[in-house]
């Protein structure tokens, strides 16, 4: 049972470049989230999916997609990339709503120049 | 407490002691909190959480109280470990009628260090 797992780990991109960021959860979760965490603040959410088929913005999707794609697998795009975007990504998976505990993946480190 | 900015709250105590960490959250309609633990280099792990109709939780060395009157939640380590070393944040679950899926707004982190 691996949990939460991100592709990839690092990744540098110059501005424009397009790319996708992979996260899958082997625990049999309905929702999904994508945060980026940027130096010294907390997380913020990006985009999340409640269940399979199902997609919302969060607080900061401005310059992002995402695509559920099947019950385990919730990608996030940059279609063009900004320096803005440098960041930590994170996706988190719940049981369910509200009340269910988080899960974390390790992280994407996406630097944009 | 939490703070606005790039420099982060810090807490520094010996191996032993007992830590707490504050935090203020924002939104009265709150009702469920949690607290993560982040490691330098990895995703924020679960700690303990706390439903609006308690004031006090406790867990395995970590417990954590709330005060719906003031917005203040805090949380208390027993007997801190260097292992305990790491970024705190809190989070904070607006239910809105049941349908807010797990959305967590994070307060920015309190960084803790356990000295030997």
């Known amino acids: 049972n691996a949990g939460v797992t991100q592709t990839p780990k690092f990744q540098v991109l110059k501005t424009g470049q397009s790319m996708t960021l992979q996260c899958a959860q082997d625990?049999?979760?309905?929702?999904m989230y994508w945060y980026r965490q940027d130096p010294g603040m907390g997380l913020r959410l990006i985009y999340y999916s409640a269940s399979e088929g199902t997609t919302d913005k969060g607080e900061v999707p401005n310059g992002y997609n995402v695509s559920r794609l099947n019950k385990r697998e919730f990608s996030l795009r940059l279609e063009s990339a900004a320096p803005s975007q440098t960041s930590v990504y994170f996706c988190?998976?719940?049981?369910?709503?509200?009340?269910?505990?988080?899960?974390f993946g390790p992280g994407t480190r996406l630097t944009v120049l | 407490g939490e703070s606005v900015g790039l420099h982060l709250p810090t807490l520094s105590v010996q191996e032993g002691d007992n830590s707490i960490i504050n935090c203020a959250y924002s939104?009265?309609?709150?009702?469920?909190f949690i607290w993560y633990k982040q490691e330098s280099g990895k995703g924020p792990q679960f700690i303990i959480d706390i439903r609006s109709n308690m004031d006090k939780r406790q867990g395995q060395r970590v417990t954590v109280l709330l005060n719906k009157t003031v917005k203040h939640l805090s949380l208390q380590i027993a007997a801190t470990q260097p292992g305990d070393s790491a970024v705190y944040f809190c989070a904070e679950n607006a239910n809105a009628g049941g349908t807010s899926y797990g959305k967590l707004t994070f307060g920015q982190g309190t960084i803790l260090t356990v000295h030997p």
């Open positions: 988190a998976s719940t049981r369910d709503r509200a009340s269910d505990t988080q899960y």
């Open positions: 625990m049999n979760h309905n929702s």
């Open positions: 939104n009265s309609a709150s009702d469920y």
